[in-house]
């Protein structure tokens, strides 16, 4: 017996999607058939790197991808962009919590600002994303939360990350049950480390310590991350609910 995850029909929220994994699961997901509303918080380049990959998806498939902005820590911007993905595709059936930032620094010299703009992204980002997905999403959906190995190692400098990570990864299970009388599920995916252009500033000398603690001896891809996210929102997943998939290569510390 074969299995083909067909998502034709589906529509697909993905936050952060302007780059890196985000960008990939937006590409992943159209291969699929899903129609994709990618999410980017309007800095910097995000707004036409977004729209570079919605342009490259739409020649694929026309009218099959979308541009939605909002700052993902602001409540009222969630809120809108929800309004306009409800008014744009109709509804919702699965969305990816991919948007997050790094403010490295150790507790001793952390500022609040460092810490409280990390939770405000990547922990309270997903709850807001998470409540006011839960107003236009349709029955038997899917909801993925990127949590993180840094939630489970513990790095060195990343007391906001992995604090952040970490809560990410306790509100999947508290809405695995809270959203289980619509039969949509919630699943937290935690990488390790994953190729991208952040990866890249990893010095190379850390990067081979950190290689030597991964038992398949490489990082991941955007592609690998990519495809447990669809796997964990496809029929296939119909019974996993309330987990957190490390995705890590085997790294155990």
């Not at 800095?43 to 990959?53: F, N």
């Not at 489970?152 to 992995?162: D, E, M, V």
């Not at 990067?207 to 030597?212: D, G, H, V």
């Amino acid at each position: 017996m074969s299995h083909c995850i067909d998502l034709q029909g589906k529509v697909v929220l993905i936050t952060g999607a302007s780059q890196g994994i985000g960008a990939q699961m937006a590409r992943t997901f159209h291969q699929a058939g899903a129609t994709v509303a990618l999410n980017h918080p309007g800095l910097g380049s995000t707004g036409e790197d977004a729209q570079k990959i919605a342009d490259e998806l739409n020649a694929l498939r026309a009218t099959s991808a979308a541009v939605v902005m909002a700052d993902v820590a602001d409540a009222e911007a969630v809120q809108a962009m929800m309004t306009e993905v409800q008014r744009t595709f109709g509804g919702l059936d699965y969305l990816i919590n991919n948007a997050a930032i790094l403010r490295d620094r150790t507790i001793a010299k952390m500022s609040h600002e460092e810490w409280e703009s990390v939770m405000d992204v990547n922990l309270t980002g997903v709850f807001h994303c998470c409540k006011y997905a839960l107003e236009i999403m349709r029955e038997n959906g899917a909801i993925v939360s990127m949590g993180s190995i840094a939630a489970i190692q513990g790095f060195y400098g990343q007391a906001n990350y992995a604090a952040a990570k970490a809560g990410v990864q306790a509100m999947m299970r508290v809405l695995s049950r809270e959203a289980a009388r619509r039969n949509i599920r919630a699943n937290a995916i935690a990488p390790g480390v994953v190729d991208t252009a952040m990866a890249a500033t990893i010095p190379e000398s850390v990067r081979a310590e950190m290689i030597k603690n991964i038992p398949l001896g490489r990082f991941g891809s955007t592609a690998e991350i990519a495809n447990v996210a669809l796997f964990l929102c496809s029929p296939l997943a119909s019974y996993v609910t309330g987990q957190t998939l490390e995705v890590n290569g085997g790294w155990r510390g």
